[in-house]
């Protein structure tokens, strides 16, 4: 069983940023594809980034792109999203996913992870 634990959500004014951590245990976390997902009230729940073994495996959404950055420590078990530039369309629960192995992984897909977090709010004011 893995467990995901978010931290470093919060209030910000528009235009500030945040850095969100998501520690995981487990001692296979670098087989894991790890994505980040949000949900706002009344809305459902979309994805926002993900990450492979590598950086260079990191995919966004467009709404986020070029804002937001992920991030893993595979020493750490623990992935990042940066975010910058935060807008209050950006206020909703984020929550952190694993997939055990990354064959077959489509990252947008909610339905593709295997494992979540709890959530972490986040609170972007005008």
């Known amino acids: 069983q893995v467990q995901l634990v978010e931290s470093g959500g919060g209030l910000v004014q528009a235009g500030g940023s945040l850095r969100l951590s998501c520690a995981a245990s487990g001692r296979t976390f670098s087989n894991f594809g790890m994505g980040w997902f949000r949900q706002a009230p009344g809305k459902e729940r979309e994805f926002v980034a993900a990450v492979g073994w590598s950086a260079s495996t990191s995919v966004y959404a467009d709404s986020v792109k070029g804002r937001f950055t992920t991030s893993r420590d595979n020493a750490k078990t623990t992935v990042y999203l940066q975010m910058n530039s935060l807008e209050p369309e950006d206020t909703a629960v984020y929550y952190c996913?694993?997939?055990?192995?990354?064959?077959?992984?489509?990252?947008?897909?909610?339905?593709?992870?295997?494992?979540w977090g709890q959530g972490t709010q986040v609170t972007v004011s005008s």
């Open positions: 996913a694993a997939r055990r192995g990354v064959l077959g992984w489509t990252p947008k897909a909610v339905r593709d992870y295997d494992y």
